[in-house]
């Protein structure tokens, strides 16, 4: 059966109608930009609607631009607008500690303007300085080439992350760097198999270390509300006070001292997110328990567990000490008991005594998930106000998402947080190490204003 056309006009009257949630002549609404069509825009609303407008006006708009408009006229279901305020999207500052690339040519015109020779390799050289969102000197492409030609270093972006985090020295981390870099080393599967190896020992104490390091593991990023381990810092026995150690489950007996491990069950009355840095603190402290009890054991496997500590702290110690991030971690996501490996970068300088200011950050986390592929998620706060960006390798998924706008809205302003915007793109490249910063940087600069008042 043929529906008619006068049929079908009406019901577009009525999605249209609809679709604006009955703004009517007179009405003040706040959204963000997101496409232009001639002097049509679909915005997006604060309470995550999406709605389509006829703007009155001689201005240029762009996508991100935030505006405040009123209606002036309905005509068939589209709304006409005039501006009230306009809030451009290139009036975003550049963040504090995002340095902007520089842009004063080709790889060859930097290298001739700094002096240096115009090879293959220092032309890559500046093409991965300018991918990390550095300004190329001549200090740093110089010492990036002599650890190619000095070192089993091969890849000039290895090269080149060293020497801006000032690990050109540091021998240990080459390996490292290179195996992150190839998707090679996942610290939840490398500590599952430390797990795994002392689990299989057969021996009691190495059993419960194996329970100690599961604790920390599941210290993950997100938490549902459910019951939880909570340890405490390890401590050693004062001779005569042992009585004081009435929590203790596990005592560790080296050569020259006992460790106490103390630990108690308590209820999470919400979902939280731990502190990366007490994760790594924590796992650093269990792995140095683990390594000294394994030397002083006659285990026939004992070098191949070592070998598994030495990696593990290895990559501990590579997160303290990047400088390019406030933090980088390798770290578990857990949530409604599903885990996925995860990748934390945050991007904001701390203030302060290395506390990370929670009205103004910056920060990926970057997900492989089962079901969705891998899933980057772009967060920005200032003052309080945040922008989410999700970048997936399908666009089918954007409503898994944006549909999601309402509850996360409200969700923040329970917490005193306006949720300023929720995007969703197709992935280009996955964030890594090598261009977080950067895409942090062109992300903020092609965006609304964060601080906007809203």
Known sequence: MRIPDSVSHKIFQYLQLHNTSMLLEGDIFTGRVISVDSDFLLMQLLDGREISAQIKSDAVYNAGDMLKLKVVDRQQGKLIATELEHNPAQNIKNPENISRPANAGSPAGILKSLNLPVSKVNIEIVNAIISMGREPAAEIIEKALNLIEEMPIEDPKHAVLLVLNKLEGEEQYYKLVAELDNGQFHFNEELNDLIGLLEAAGDETLIELAERLKLVFNRSLIKTPIEQENQSQPQKIIPGREHEAVETE?????????????????????????????????????????????????????????????????????????????????????????????????????????????????????????????????????????????????????????????????????????????????????????????????????????????
């Not at 598994?308 to 290895?314: F, G, P, Q, V």
Request: aromatic share 10%.
């Open 250 to 454: 596990l005592t560790v007996k080296t050569q020259s001292e006992k460790i106490v491990f103390s630990h108690k069950t308590e209820k999470s009355e919400e979902v939280v997110l731990p502190k990366a840095d007490q994760w790594i603190n924590d796992l650093k402290r269990e792995l140095s328990v683990v390594s000294r009890v394994i030397t002083d054991s006659t285990l026939s496997n004992k070098e191949r567990i070592l070998s598994k500590i030495d990696r593990l702290e290895t990559a501990v110690h590579f997160f303290n000490d990047l400088q390019g991030f406030e933090m980088f971690v390798q770290i578990p996501f857990i949530f409604k008991e599903n885990q996925t490996d995860g990748e934390l970068y945050i991007m904001k300088k701390a203030r302060g005594k290395g506390k990370i200011n929670s009205r103004d950050f910056t920060l990926f986390l970057s997900l492989s998930t089962d079901n969705i592929g891998d899933l980057d998620i772009f967060v920005h706060v200032k003052n309080k106000n945040v922008m989410v960006k999700v970048f997936a390798e399908n666009e089918n998924y954007k409503p898994l998402f944006t549909n999601e706008y309402k509850s996360l809205y409200e969700s923040l302003k329970g917490k005193g947080y306006t949720l300023f915007e929720l995007g969703f793109e197709l992935k280009d490249e996955k964030v890594s190490i090598f261009n977080a910063e950067k895409k942090a940087l062109i992300l903020l600069e092609s965006k609304s204003k964060i601080d906007i008042k809203v």
